[in-house]
């Protein structure tokens, strides 16, 4: 994984190879998972929300940055859509802002119909669940994409 500040992020021109990822990162006690897995992703960009390691702080920035979530995700895939060739995705809803392809691992499921809906658009190639009977209740929501 390559972390990009946002400067870079919007003007730079990656190579075709490239993926794209964005969510918000929290200093000192991130998922395990992802901390484990990003660093091995060498043809990831990762622009990332980092939330202060002081409690309070990190609160705050957390409360604004899912407040401007949706704004934000439109805007940022939108745009990031025309540069990269794919998106890796660790929130469910980044899918319906990026018009190439997506992978969407999904770590801490809710199993509402909306988020099947969304993990079943055009766009989503494969999507990431940690246990089989995940991906048997999003197939029970009517699911019908390949998962792993």
Do not use: I
């Not at 484990?36 to 409690?55: E, Q």
């Not at 899912?66 to 990031?80: H, K, Y």
């Not at 809710?110 to 991906?135: I, S």
């Amino acid at each position: 994984m390559r972390e990009l500040g946002l400067g870079r992020v919007l003007r730079s021109t990656p190579s075709a190879d490239r993926v794209f990822f964005h969510a918000v990162w929290f200093r000192g006690h991130n998922n395990q998972r992802y901390a484990a897995l990003l660093p091995r992703l060498d043809r990831v960009d990762a622009y990332l929300l980092t939330c202060s390691d002081r409690r309070v702080l990190r609160g705050l920035q957390f409360r604004a940055y899912r407040r401007t979530e949706r704004v934000r995700n439109e805007w940022l895939l939108r745009r990031m859509s025309s540069r990269y060739r794919g998106l890796f995705a660790v929130d469910v809803s980044q899918a319906q802002y990026f018009d190439g392809p997506v992978v969407v691992d999904v770590d801490d499921p809710n199993f509402t119909t909306r988020e099947a809906e969304l993990l079943g658009g055009e766009n989503v190639v494969v999507y990431v669940v940690t246990d089989e009977r995940a991906a048997q209740r999003y197939e029970q929501l009517g699911l019908s994409k390949p998962y792993v």
